[in-house]
């Protein structure tokens, strides 16, 4: 750097005029940039075009594990193998098996559960009033596990006492009341037990037999994946959108009558919720109670009832849980009507 | 002899070689599977595009994964992965999802491996990131321009006034200048570590930044003293000084440029333009700083010129990597240099402080020295109150 060359007062009038350029710059800058610098309310319309109203977010036809399971304990009831005793008593003997098993609870993701013969929610156990019933339990699982029956019966057969893995145990008891019980584990912590699947519809048909009708069989459940103590999917009989991406088939005018539970952990209701029809309620599957004829209704953890519905029009009829979220997150189905 | 030499190497290899075969093949004596799967899914990026979202990811856990679920705001959603839902280790796909956004709503994105893991990204506030047009890369190039180059050039026209100064005084400007970078050097070291962070783990973000920090240093003193034992010459030219300086901050800029980038980006464009004002202001500073060391010699204006370019342009840069390309670990490690190259910047002009006043006698930390450095250090905290939120 030569000492002879001096910041000529010229040069300071370039440096000056640089400078008032960049304040007008900085001052133009917002007017000539094309980016937003305020949020606004989308009105792109690229958001019309895309057919988001069509409940198409989560189609997959496919037919997974999955969806099979929870085909399967849509239609499927286990009447046990059934004796008659000297006295005149039917005896139904059911054998039930506390597996460790993945599910797959939505396309492709697996869970490791806990299950009553291998799915989620367990099978659905059916007999009639007045029977004799005896549960053959075996506890192959990992940890020590029971069976919970709702109804009534003798404290000793309640389901409050571990069987340990290997261990097997025999639950008799006479089946009273007629009605729609669940039953469930009730080994402590009970969250995690239940949470891991171990649950199912347990139906007390009354002894002067209801009218003949298209049976369904119905549990709302929910998976938390990340054991945050909040559910990620939300399904009934175990697989999210199960009924969605394959309508349940039903005959125009034909009577339904559904078997609905809800053993959701984590949330302390779930709701059904038809729509362009309405139906009729039975809380716990009593004809005595007082009914409900609406199009939504909720049930507490644990509750349970019938609905009895029949499709006047054909066409495509949705069935969700009202509640948004659970719907989106799984809990959302069809009935096709021929 | 050389045989036995060779035997001495060899020997504790291949014991080494036998112990790592035999914890391989018999384990560490511990369980030998891992409670849960171990999946790491990353998500680099995310695109907010006029149909829904696009997310760049990465598997950087030890096993392949496979994405099998994906939800945005809790509702399941339909969405597509390029080239394919299952990653290898390392691989690397890009997530499409159609989806109404709202502009200017947060959006919380689940991907949910097979396995159940969660991996979750959020858009924070929901606006089209910019495309890659030759209309955003000039925009995004003047705003770059804006905060590097303008207020340092603006910073350097206070030259003139400085010129006046005795040599107390100049000095007392010099130690305001280690202020100044000082400020410079933690912002840009805690700035580092804040985007290292977000890296994929397996990078090790925050190493990166202090690997990257200490070598540049280091790398800096030795190529100086490699220089001066060369040229046989005593301490440093001050436009030489001038130079380090302007690249050092000039990498600080780059970081700066980064943000702004990557505001615009990630949709906070609401904070963009005061952003631009703040960073003007703050920036100002930097160029009494790279002008403090030349107040003994007589520059040209070319000189001036390239440092406010050497110092300025990298905010251009980085405001174009920003918004176009971002990657937290290339973020880090440029970062990393950048507090590096400023804590060298430090270290020369405090051994010059040192080195005038001994030389004249004086104590270094004079009262006026003091004040110096306590004023650089307020100026930027006071002037950043604009750029931290």
Redesign the interface.
């Known amino acids: ?7 000529s007062r010229r ?2 009038l ?3 005029t ?2 008032a350029f ?2 007008a ?2 001052y133009y ?2 007017k ?11 009105n ?1 319309s ?2 019309k075009k ?1 057919n ?1 109203s069509n409940h ?4 997959d036809k496919t037919i997974t594990t999955g969806y099979k399971m929870a085909e399967r304990l849509l239609t499927e009831f286990d009447y046990g193998k059934v004796t008659k005793l000297p006295n005149g008593q039917t005896l139904r003997e059911y054998e039930v098996v506390a597996i460790d098993k993945e599910i797959e609870i ?7 559960g806990w299950t009553y013969n291998g799915t989620i929610p367990g099978p659905t156990f059916r007999c009639t009033e007045g029977d004799l019933l005896r549960f053959n339990f075996i506890n192959e699982g990992s940890h020590p596990h029971s069976i919970h029956f709702h109804g009534i019966h003798p404290p000793e057969m309640d389901g409050l006492t571990s069987i340990y893995p290997g261990q097997r145990f025999t639950y008799e008891f006479e089946a009273k009341p007629y009605g729609l019980q669940i039953y469930h584990c009730h080994v402590l912590p009970l969250a995690r037990h239940i949470h891991k699947g171990l649950y199912g519809n347990f139906i007390i048909d009354p002894k002067k037999p209801r009218e003949p009708a298209l049976e369904l069989n119905m549990v709302m459940n929910g998976y938390d ?2 054991l945050d103590g909040e559910n ?2 939300y399904t009934v009989n175990g697989y ?2 199960a009924f969605m991406n394959h309508p349940i088939k039903i005959k125009k005018d034909q009577l339904v009558r559904i078997y609905l539970s809800n053993l959701t952990e984590f949330d302390l209701l779930n709701s059904f919720h038809l729509h362009a029809n309405y139906f009729t309620y039975y809380p716990t599957g009593r004809n005595d109670n007082p009914s409900q004829f609406t199009d939504t209704i909720m049930q507490c953890q644990g509750e349970r009832g019938i609905i009895e519905v029949r499709f006047p029009y054909k066409g495509i009829y949705m069935f969700h849980a009202h509640v948004s ?1 659970f719907a ?3 809990w959302m189905g069809f009935f096709e009507v021929e | 002899m050389k045989g036995k030499w060779l035997i001495t190497v060899l020997i504790p290899l291949v014991l080494l070689i036998g112990v790592l075969g035999w914890v391989l093949k018999n384990g560490a004596g511990v369980e030998k599977d891992p409670a849960a799967p171990i999946e790491v899914l990353n998500i680099e990026r995310i695109k907010v595009t ?2 829904g979202f696009e997310l760049f990811v990465s598997n950087t856990g030890p096993k392949p994964l ?1 994405i ?2 994906v ?1 945005v705001n ?5 969405f597509n992965v390029a080239p394919q ?1 299952k990653l290898e280790r390392f691989d690397e796909g890009k997530v499409t999802i ?7 709503d947060p959006h919380t994105i ?1 991907l ?7 991996t979750e990204g959020e858009v924070a ?1 929901a ?1 089209l990131t ?1 495309e890659t047009t030759w ?2 890369f000039l ?1 995004y190039g ?2 770059g ?2 905060v590097g ?3 340092i ?2 910073g ?2 206070w ?2 006034f400085m ?1 006046r100064f005795s040599r107390k005084s100049i000095n007392g400007i010099l130690a305001l200048t280690v202020g100044l970078l000082l400020f410079l050097f933690v912002g840009t070291l805690a700035d580092g570590f804040e985007i290292g962070a977000e890296a994929p783990s397996v990078f090790q973000g925050n190493m990166v930044v202090i690997i990257a920090a200490s070598l540049t240093f280091l790398l800096l003193i030795g190529f100086d003293q490699y220089q001066q034992r060369k040229q046989e010459k005593k301490g440093y ?3 030489g000084l001038a130079l380090l300086m302007a690249t050092g901050i000039g990498l600080h800029n780059f970081g700066e440029g980064l943000a702004i980038g990557s505001s ?1 980006a990630l949709g906070e ?2 904070l ?2 005061f952003l ?2 703040g960073f ?1 202001l703050h920036n100002i500073t930097e160029g009494i700083g790279i002008a403090a060391p030349l107040l003994k ?5 070319r ?2 010129l390239l440092l406010g370019v050497i110092a300025g342009a990298p905010a251009i840069v980085g405001t174009w990597v920003g918004g176009f390309i971002f990657s937290p670990i290339w973020g880090a490690l440029f970062l990393g240099i950048g507090a590096g190259a400023i804590l060298q910047v430090i270290y020369v002009i405090t051994k010059m402080l040192i080195e005038d006043h001994r030389k004249h006698n004086e104590e270094s930390v004079s009262w006026l020295n003091l004040s110096g450095f306590a004023i650089g250090l307020l100026i930027m905290y006071f002037t950043a109150f604009f750029v931290k939120f």
Do not use: C
């Open positions: 750097m030569s000492e002879e060359k001096k910041v040069d300071i370039k440096m000056g640089a400078g960049g304040i710059g900085s800058l917002n000539m940039t094309q980016i937003p610098t305020v949020a606004q309310a989308s792109d690229s958001h895309g988001h198409a977010n989560m189609s939505a396309k492709g993701i697996k869970f490791p994946l990340d990620e999917f999210a959108f979220e989106e997150l799984g | 006029k149909i496979t099998s679920q939800m809790d509702s399941v959603w339909n839902a159609s989806y109404p956004w709202v502009e200017g689940k949910i491996t097979e396995n159940g893991i969660i506030a606006t910019p209309s955003n925009n003047l705003i321009f804006y180059i303008v207020p050039t603006l350097l026209l030259y003139p010129k030219s001050p436009f615009f464009a609401a963009g333009t631009i004002i003007t010699t007589t520059p040209r204006f000189d001036f």
